[in-house]
């Protein structure tokens, strides 16, 4: 490789080399739920949100603080997946939570 091909690639501005780069804000973040279906609510599990929590939900979220707790991000989805079987995880107690709502307990 021609060494002009590598002094040109490494005098790239910062602002060059980040414009390449997509970064998410907060707002934009792909949220999926993991916690169980909930169909009165319009819920399933593995739903994927982008652009925040549904605010159809809000009711939701103050009726069973542990749904609000299980939307993560979905590239955690694998690492959460595995905690909400650990008993004794935090995500395991949210979910155990939200299943006792489901169903009414």
């Known amino acids: ?17 980040t414009q ?4 998410e804000t907060p707002a934009e973040t792909s949220k ?3 916690g169980p ?5 319009g819920l399933p599990r593995f ?4 652009g925040g929590l549904p605010v159809h939900l ?10 609000k707790r299980l939307f993560v991000d979905v590239d955690k989805l694998s690492e959460v997946l595995n905690l ?9 107690t949210w979910y155990a939570e939200a299943t006792n709502y489901v169903k009414g307990v």
């Open 58 to 67: 809000d009711e939701l979220f103050t009726a069973c603080p542990a749904v």
């Open 84 to 92: 909400t079987s650990q008993t004794g995880s935090a995500y395991h």
């Open 37 to 41: 279906n909930i169909p009165k609510e």
């Open 1 to 17: 490789m021609p060494e002009d091909f590598l002094q040109d690639k490494t005098t790239l501005s910062a602002d060059e080399v």
């Open 32 to 34: 999926i739920y993991v």
């Open 47 to 50: 739903r994927v949100y982008k």
């Open 20 to 23: 390449d780069v997509k970064t």
